[in-house]
T-cell receptor
Framework: GEDVEQSLFLSVREGDSSVINCTYTDSSSTYLYWYKQEPGAGLQLLTYIFSNMDMKQDQRLTVLLNKKDKHLSLRIADTQTGDSAIYFCAANDYKLSFGAGTTVTVRA | EAQVTQNPRYLITVTGKKLTVTCSQNMNHEYMSWYRQDPGLGLRQIYYSMNVEVTDKGDVPEGYKVSRKEKRNFPLILESPSPNQTSLYFC?????????????FGEGSRLTVL
């Protein structure tokens, strides 16, 4: 199966931008996803990008995809305390594979 | 309201005592899956089901069983739980296969095996 890797922790000041990085191994992945897990809850789809796109923007979220390097990033502009959560990168080959999750802590 | 419901949400049990975690979805999804979440390891797939009576092993199936007799239900069975099965478990469903489309997750079931 696919290997998906991401850093485990990120601390960011409120109002700054957050950038969460992810790498994957299977170049045939068609879709790449970002899921968000708030404390005590299940995962929810935050955004996704097709593999034929380089960038996708959705309000405060920007997803960048570098297919050559198999690198995906999620940028959150103007980070708020409500953005504190675990963010999972996921990629599909024949099934969805998740990274270990990046815990984002927003400090005042 | 579209949702995936798991029960129980919290459970403490002892080694060897059989238990079942139920999962039900009301979205008429064909695909359902069980994951376990452990610190530093992220989500690992235990079993999945592409449709009624069709189940298959995920990445970490040892010690678990599943069944899919009805489209909406996908219970996870631990026949003889052991402490290394202490974890946070999630059920998820999607309209299509597991590789595409949005996965909808339950709120999780935290299991402790003593």
């Amino acid at each position: 199966g696919e290997d998906v890797e991401q850093s485990l922790f990120l601390s960011v000041r409120e109002g700054d931008s957050s950038v969460i990085n992810c790498t994957y191994t299977d170049s045939s992945s068609t879709y790449l996803y970002w899921y968000k897990q708030e404390p005590g809850a299940g995962l929810q789809l935050l955004t996704y990008i097709f593999s034929n796109m380089d960038m996708k923007q959705d309000q405060r979220l920007t997803v960048l995809l570098n297919k050559k390097d198999k690198h995906l990033s999620l940028r959150i502009a103007d980070t708020q305390t409500g953005d504190s959560a675990i963010y999972f990168c996921a990629a599909n080959d024949y099934k969805l594979s998740f990274g270990a999750g990046t815990t984002v802590t927003v400090r005042a | 309201e579209a949702q995936v419901t798991q029960n129980p949400r919290y459970l403490i049990t002892v080694t060897g005592k059989k238990l079942t975690v139920t999962c039900s979805q009301n979205m008429n999804h064909e695909y359902m899956s069980w994951y376990r979440q452990d610190p530093g390891l992220g989500l690992r797939q235990i079993y999945y089901s592409m449709n009624v009576e069709v189940t298959d092993k995920g990445d970490v199936p040892e010690g678990y069983k599943v069944s899919r007799k009805e489209k909406r239900n996908f219970p996870l069975i631990l026949e003889s739980p052991s402490p290394n099965q202490t974890s946070l478990y999630f059920c998820a469903s999607s309209l299509g296969g597991g590789g595409t489309g949005e996965l909808f997750f339950g709120e999780g079931s935290r299991l402790t095996v003593l």
